[in-house]
């Protein structure tokens, strides 16, 4: 495709969106599977309806612009779920391995709170308010689950991880 104006970059950014997000579907039950806290499992689980609601945003968008449904290869959410899936190989203590999910995890979010914001901007000066509402739903939602992972992290599973040096 080639981009000659904002409008164009706008659905290359929500097409790579929409692979990012078929993407981390896929890896969410895998990351789940590996974590050894309950509470870490548990949040896994809710970030995988909340990405499923998320794809649904997006599918909404694509309706109303009267595009066709179709992704685009996100290589860099490709990039830091393999870097993820690389962890789980590791022989890994649990409590270090619930640990360095959670940094997997938030490269993700960090990664969709970047892109959902630059796609909420481009709607904004394109006049599509409802795109704009609802990516900006599901940006107020990444950062939430940043959140959470961050307080998970520094109130349980980095606590217990740093204890295994002892």
């Given amino acids: 495709m080639k981009l000659q104006t904002l409008q164009d970059l706008f659905v290359e950014e929500i097409r790579d969106l929409y692979n990012a997000e078929q993407q981390v579907a896929k890896a969410l039950p895998k990351m789940e599977k590996a974590a ?26 694509f309706g109303d612009l009267k595009l066709p449904v179709r992704g685009k290869t996100c290589k860099g959410m490709e990039g830091i779920i ?3 899936e690389e962890l789980l190989k590791e022989d890994a203590d649990p409590d270090v391995r619930d640990a360095g999910l959670i940094a997997s995890a938030q490269k993700v979010e960090h990664y969709e709170i970047s892109s959902y914001g630059t796609a909420r901007t481009y709607a904004k000066q ?11 739903q599901t940006l107020e ?7 959470k992972l961050t307080s998970l992290a520094e109130r349980s599973i980095n606590p217990r991880a740093t204890s295994q040096q002892k």
């Fill in 126 to 136: 394109l006049g599509y308010t409802n795109a704009a509402r609802l990516l900006q």
């Fill in 82 to 84: 393999s870097e993820g």
């Fill in 36 to 61: 050894h806290s309950p509470e870490l499992q548990n949040a896994y689980r809710m970030h995988l309806d909340q990405t499923k609601n998320q794809v649904e945003r997006l599918k909404q968008i």
């Fill in 141 to 147: 939602e990444e950062r939430q689950t940043d959140e």
